[in-house]
């Protein structure tokens, strides 16, 4: 009797064994597909536990989470779309491709992706597109502020403040951006008409916004970095840096840390609940030019102004890989997809698969016609806006976007009704500024001892 | 060169006609969906938050008697019939879905002390203060109440003070001097079981093992009988009074005490020298009690105007309920599709309570169920948490209720630093405090 029931047990393992080989194949992957949904990555220790009805409930836990990642793995059949790719043949390399041979390549309405907007008389640009990748705001110098359909160009508003434009920002969606202009901080809605000139922030140099928290950073002259709560406009949190001038700020989207780039090379890492740095890492000989952190938050990207570009692992704070730049790269973005884009003078680089691994050379490359100032990807668009001193440039980027968007989430074609009902859901769980920390999973997880 | 860019048919993710609901393609990558754990404790909070906004457990009242409601008793197959006695001796059987009597008649004189069914509802026993027992057929559709009479009626010796029908034979045993077993075609009872002099208040047969029977008795104890024998089997002795109880219908070798001391005590009927669980959240005498069909909840109702809904295995309630116009509650029901609870009070009134207090009665669409077992989960996960634990426990109370808590509470933290300061003061091992399950236990008797 108890070796029949042994061999059963063997038999129903090797067929829960064989099921999970068969959901692997039939998924055109590894294992680590499952591996990928699945939230925790060590099985619990479940022995030291006395009491037996806890621990059938929390063996019951661990086998529902599993079949939800099974689940979630095997939703990826449903996937519509598939990632873009440049492939060279033979002798040709991807980086001597021009954007003309690309757009000429691929069809009409993905052709539109690659043009130019010439506007030289406002000075370099900045570019900001709006979380879903629906909207360009373009902020010049001079003062000059326009929020376009880019796909469509259509026009939504355009006007000129009349003095120094620093940086622009939308806001949670389309309806609202925030410009940072010669002495306040102003926030326009998208017909253009001034909502608010904030007299708190003063001769702000960059701005940041953390679309879960409604919080607006931004980082001024004097050296002081303001959290502003855009929901009910509460400044939430004021830090004195002392670090002299802050010009660059990035955000880690997976933790909602905020990055800044200082004049004596150090990156520092802030919270708005700490009134000191988190973390300071000495990245660069020389000031830092620019600050990028890929999706997922596990490399960070510095550039300096000696001229080299290093990829460090957010997570450890150690340093990864270092490339050489032809001349200061003064901006740098990372696609959905791991893609870095770095703008070098009238320079523009994009690499590919130079985050986890070292790559050898650019995957493409372009000449503006103007030196560039500020760079994005498009959310879920093989296509990267650039900012320079003669316009704006949007160049087709093949591979950069997420093909398949989560619409509950983000929604490139969203209706008004959409939304207006995604605004008031985003707004219901805005999370409070106060659990913001490093690890973004701090709250989920349970005090050993 | 080979080049693929993304290039998005609109018409993929645009609807046709305005008519149709909007697509909604998702993609379920964590990449896509960062700070999990932050937006699903906020989520959690909110939804704790709304729980308590929609709480209005309070469905209807059933008002007809003119005195208060001493005893209810459930159809066995028919969810919408609910049969009761009051203190002037009427029995009303009332429509729950109309919330209307259907018949009344007087039944005794003097208040009606208990109401049974057999298992097929074709039959009700009462009795009454007037040591009567009486057999009344179930009202059919065309019967007048003029002609209403009982089938049989029994004069006794004593006063009877309980009553409960034998859950497969046509057997049910009433209690009162002592506890008596009737056969329903018989005139003298059966068995008789009288162990120690005391009157005994209540009983109740076990759902599963048909012939064993638990009493709760005057004397502070509750005794368990099997009316196949003659002799009883064993009692426990607690620190006060139980006056009702009741077995649980799934697990039903447990059986719940609604105790004097404002407790209630859960025990298993093996292991009767240790409590399974100590219900503690009433400030005054427990009267009645009762168990949810799923045998995972009770509701209790108490002599502080209050019903409380507790977890079997929870030593604190789950939810209370009360109103200013709810007075002494004698007895409650759990409706036998586990969405309802009944109290019945001092001020001649029935009322019908929702189980759970934010729960929308009737079928929810596919979306809206999702979206309530989501929400459920995230309130189950995040419990813990001291914010969402604060709102998930906040109940408004009535003053008296708040007052005898508050101070009930600094009494028995007075009473635990006391005790702990004696054993920290002690040498080790001299001095032993029992278990809470213990406590209350005085001894066991086989």
Same mark, same amino acid.
């Given at each position: 009797?108890?070796?029949?029931?042994?061999?059963e047990k063997?038999?129903?393992?090797?067929?829960?064994e064989?099921?999970?080989?068969?959901?692997?194949?039939?998924?055109?992957?590894?294992?680590?597909?499952?591996?990928?949904?699945?939230?925790e990555?060590?099985?619990?220790?479940?022995?030291?536990?006395?009491?037996?009805?806890?621990?059938?409930h929390l063996?019951?836990?661990?086998?529902?989470?599993e079949?939800a990642?099974?689940?979630?793995?095997?939703?990826?059949?449903?996937?519509?779309?598939?990632?873009?790719?440049?492939?060279?043949?033979?002798?040709?390399?991807?980086?001597?491709?021009?954007?003309?041979?690309i757009?000429?390549?691929?069809?009409v309405?993905?052709?539109?992706?690659?043009?130019?907007?010439?506007?030289d008389t406002f000075?370099?640009?900045?570019?900001?597109y709006?979380?879903?990748?629906?909207?360009?705001?373009?902020?010049?110098?001079?003062?000059?502020?326009?929020?376009?359909?880019?796909?469509?160009?259509k026009?939504?508003?355009?006007?000129?403040?009349?003095?120094?434009l620093?940086?622009?920002?939308?806001?949670?969606?389309?309806?609202?951006?925030?410009?940072a202009?010669?002495?306040?901080?102003?926030?326009?809605?998208?017909?253009?008409?001034?909502?608010?000139?904030?007299?708190?922030?003063?001769?702000?140099?960059?701005?940041?916004?953390?679309p879960?928290?409604f919080? +607006?950073? #931004?980082?001024?002259?004097?050296g002081?970095?303001?959290? &502003? /709560?855009? =929901?009910?406009g509460? %400044?939430? !949190?004021?830090?004195?840096?002392?670090?002299?001038?802050?010009?660059c700020?990035?955000?880690?989207?997976?933790?909602?840390?905020?990055?800044l780039?200082?004049v004596?090379g150090?990156?520092?890492?802030?919270?708005?609940?700490?009134?000191?740095?988190?973390?300071?890492m000495?990245?660069?000989?020389g000031?830092?030019?620019s600050?990028?952190?890929?999706?997922?938050?596990?490399?960070m990207?510095?550039?300096?102004?000696?001229a080299?570009?290093?990829v460090?692992?957010?997570?450890?704070?150690?340093? +990864?890989? #270092?490339?050489?730049?032809p001349?200061?790269?003064?901006? &740098? /973005?990372? =696609?959905?997809r791991? %893609?870095? !884009?770095?703008s070098?003078?009238?320079?523009?680089?994009?690499?590919r698969?130079?985050?986890?691994?070292r790559?050898?050379?650019?995957?493409?490359?372009?000449?503006?016609?103007?030196?560039?100032s500020?760079?994005q990807f498009?959310?879920?668009?093989?296509?990267?806006?650039?900012?320079?001193?003669?316009?704006?440039s949007?160049?087709i980027?093949p591979?950069?976007?997420?093909p398949?968007?989560?619409?509950?989430?983000?929604?490139?074609?969203?209706?008004?009704?959409?939304?207006?009902?995604?605004?008031?859901?985003q707004?219901?769980?805005?999370i409070?500024?106060?659990l913001?920390?490093?690890d973004?999973?701090?709250?989920?997880?349970?005090?050993?001892? | 060169?080979?080049?693929?860019?993304l290039?998005?048919?609109?018409?993929?993710y645009?609807r046709?006609?305005t008519t149709?609901?909007?697509k909604?393609?998702?993609?379920?990558d964590p990449?896509?969906?960062?700070?999990?754990?932050?937006?699903?404790y906020?989520?959690?909070?909110?939804?704790?938050?709304?729980?308590?906004?929609?709480?209005?457990?309070?469905v209807?009242?059933?008002?007809?008697h003119?005195?208060?409601v001493?005893?209810?008793?459930?159809?066995?197959?028919?969810?919408?019939?609910?049969?009761?006695?009051?203190?002037?001796?009427?029995?009303?059987?009332?429509?729950?879905?109309?919330?209307?009597?259907?018949?009344s008649?007087v039944?005794?004189?003097?208040?009606?002390?208990?109401?049974?069914?057999?298992?097929d509802?074709?039959?009700?026993?009462?009795?009454?203060?007037d040591?009567?027992?009486?057999?009344?057929?179930?009202?059919?559709?065309?019967?007048?109440?003029?002609?209403?009479?009982?089938?049989?009626?029994?004069?006794?010796?004593?006063?009877?003070?309980?009553?409960?029908h034998?859950?497969?034979?046509?057997?049910?045993?009433?209690?009162?001097d002592r506890?008596?077993?009737?056969?329903q075609?018989?005139s003298?009872?059966?068995?008789?079981?009288?162990?120690?002099?005391?009157?005994?208040?209540?009983?109740?047969?076990?759902?599963?093992?048909?012939?064993?029977l638990?009493?709760?008795?005057s004397?502070?104890t509750v005794?368990?009988?099997?009316?196949?024998?003659?002799s009883?089997?064993?009692?426990?002795?607690?620190?006060?009074?139980?006056n009702?109880?009741?077995?649980n219908?799934?697990?039903?070798?447990?059986?719940?005490?609604a105790?004097?001391d404002?407790?209630?005590?859960t025990?298993?009927?093996?292991r009767?020298?240790?409590?399974?669980?100590?219900h503690s959240?009433h400030?005054?005498?427990?009267?009645?009690?009762?168990?949810?069909?799923?045998?995972?909840e009770?509701?209790?109702g108490?002599?502080?105007?209050?019903?409380?809904i507790?977890?079997?295995?929870?030593?604190r309630?789950?939810?209370?309920?009360?109103?200013?116009?709810?007075?002494?509650?004698?007895?409650?029901?759990?409706?036998?599709?586990?969405?309802?609870v009944?109290?019945?009070s001092?001020?001649?009134?029935?009322?019908?309570w929702?189980?759970?207090?934010?729960?929308?009665?009737g079928?929810?669409?596919?979306?809206?169920?999702?979206?309530?077992e989501?929400?459920?989960?995230?309130?189950?996960?995040?419990k813990?948490h001291p914010?969402?634990?604060?709102?998930?426990?906040?109940?408004?109370?009535?003053?008296?209720?708040?007052?005898?808590?508050?101070e009930?509470r600094?009494?028995?933290?007075?009473?635990?630093?006391k005790?702990?300061?004696?054993?920290?003061?002690?040498?080790?091992?001299?001095?032993?405090?029992p278990?809470?399950?213990?406590?209350?236990?005085v001894?066991?008797?086989?």
């Amino acid at each position: 009797m108890y070796s029949e029931e042994a061999e059963e047990k063997k038999e129903r393992i090797q067929a829960r064994e064989k099921e999970q080989e068969d959901l692997a194949m039939s998924l055109g992957g590894t294992r680590d597909l499952v591996e990928k949904y699945r939230r925790e990555k060590h099985r619990a220790r479940l022995k030291g536990i006395g009491d037996r009805r806890l621990k059938r409930h929390l063996r019951k836990g661990e086998k529902e989470r599993e079949q939800a990642s099974r689940t979630a793995a095997r939703m990826e059949l449903l996937r519509q779309e598939v990632v873009g790719g440049l492939e060279a043949e033979g002798m040709e390399q991807t980086r001597r491709f021009r954007q003309e041979e690309i757009a000429a390549a691929v069809p009409v309405a993905t052709a539109a992706q690659y043009f130019n907007l010439c506007l030289d008389t406002f000075g370099p640009y900045s570019v900001d597109y709006s979380r879903n990748g629906r909207c360009l705001l373009l902020g010049g110098r001079k003062g000059h502020v326009a929020v376009v359909d880019w796909r469509s160009k259509k026009l939504t508003c355009e006007f000129h403040v009349h003095e120094t434009l620093r940086d622009v920002q939308f806001l949670h969606n389309e309806m609202m951006f925030a410009a940072a202009q010669k002495r306040y901080l102003h926030v326009y809605d998208s017909t253009g008409m001034e909502l608010h000139c904030l007299k708190q922030h003063l001769l702000i140099n960059s701005l940041c916004f953390l679309p879960y928290h409604f919080l +607006l950073v #931004s980082a001024s002259e004097r050296g002081s970095l303001h959290y &502003l /709560d855009t =929901s009910t406009g509460q %400044l939430v !949190a004021e830090h004195k840096v002392r670090l002299g001038p802050l010009r660059c700020i990035a955000q880690n989207p997976h933790n909602a840390a905020v990055h800044l780039g200082h004049v004596n090379g150090t990156v520092s890492l802030w919270t708005p609940n700490i009134k000191t740095a988190q973390v300071k890492m000495l990245c660069h000989r020389g000031p830092v030019m620019s600050v990028a952190i890929d999706k997922e938050g596990w490399s960070m990207v510095t550039a300096g102004m000696d001229a080299l570009v290093k990829v460090w692992d957010v997570r450890t704070f150690k340093p +990864l890989h #270092s490339y050489r730049s032809p001349r200061p790269a003064l901006a &740098l /973005d990372v =696609s959905q997809r791991g %893609l870095l !884009a770095a703008s070098c003078g009238r320079l523009v680089q994009v690499w590919r698969g130079g985050l986890r691994g070292r790559s050898e050379a650019p995957y493409l490359q372009h000449s503006l016609s103007g030196d560039g100032s500020s760079l994005q990807f498009v959310p879920f668009e093989d296509c990267l806006g650039v900012g320079h001193s003669s316009g704006v440039s949007s160049l087709i980027v093949p591979g950069a976007g997420e093909p398949n968007f989560d619409a509950l989430e983000l929604n490139p074609f969203e209706s008004k009704k959409q939304r207006r009902e995604g605004e008031v859901k985003q707004l219901l769980e805005k999370i409070p500024a106060e659990l913001i920390t490093l690890d973004a999973d701090d709250i989920s997880k349970v005090e050993q001892g | 060169m080979k080049v693929k860019v993304l290039c998005r048919n609109p018409q993929d993710y645009l609807r046709q006609r305005t008519t149709d609901i909007h697509k909604v393609p998702r993609n379920l990558d964590p990449a896509l969906h960062p700070l999990e754990g932050p937006r699903e404790y906020v989520r959690a909070l909110n939804a704790t938050k709304l729980d308590r906004v929609f709480a209005k457990p309070f469905v209807g009242s059933l008002s007809g008697h003119t005195d208060g409601v001493y005893c209810m008793c459930k159809h066995p197959t028919k969810l919408s019939v609910l049969l009761s006695g009051s203190c002037d001796g009427e029995v009303r059987i009332w429509n729950l879905a109309s919330r209307d009597c259907t018949w009344s008649f007087v039944g005794h004189e003097g208040f009606v002390r208990g109401l049974c069914m057999n298992q097929d509802g074709s039959l009700f026993v009462s009795v009454g203060e007037d040591k009567l027992i009486k057999q009344w057929r179930y009202p059919g559709a065309g019967e007048s109440q003029e002609d209403y009479a009982p089938v049989a009626t029994i004069l006794g010796k004593s006063v009877y003070l309980g009553i409960d029908h034998h859950w497969s034979k046509p057997v049910f045993a009433t209690c009162g001097d002592r506890v008596d077993v009737w056969d329903q075609s018989r005139s003298e009872p059966i068995r008789s079981f009288s162990w120690g002099v005391d009157s005994v208040g209540c009983l109740g047969f076990n759902p599963v093992e048909h012939n064993v029977l638990a009493t709760c008795g005057s004397d502070r104890t509750v005794a368990l009988y099997d009316v196949r024998t003659a002799s009883p089997l064993r009692k426990v002795v607690l620190e006060m009074r139980s006056n009702s109880l009741a077995w649980n219908p799934t697990e039903a070798f447990n059986f719940t005490v609604a105790n004097e001391d404002s407790n209630l005590y859960t025990f298993d009927m093996r292991r009767l020298d240790k409590a399974l669980c100590v219900h503690s959240d009433h400030v005054m005498a427990v009267l009645g009690v009762d168990y949810s069909p799923t045998g995972r909840e009770v509701v209790s109702g108490s002599f502080d105007k209050t019903l409380r809904i507790f977890r079997v295995d929870e030593g604190r309630c789950r939810d209370v309920y009360h109103t200013r116009r709810m007075q002494r509650i004698f007895c409650v029901r759990w409706s036998l599709d586990s969405a309802y609870v009944l109290s019945g009070s001092d001020e001649t009134n029935i009322r019908l309570w929702k189980a759970e207090a934010s729960r929308t009665l009737g079928k929810l669409s596919g979306r809206e169920a999702v979206a309530r077992e989501y929400t459920e989960k995230l309130k189950e996960k995040y419990k813990h948490h001291p914010q969402v634990r604060r709102i998930a426990r906040h109940r408004h109370v009535p003053g008296m209720v708040y007052r005898a808590a508050k101070e009930k509470r600094l009494v028995t933290e007075a009473q635990r630093r006391k005790r702990r300061n004696i054993e920290r003061h002690s040498k080790a091992g001299t001095v032993d405090e029992p278990s809470t399950k213990k406590k209350h236990i005085v001894s066991v008797v086989e």
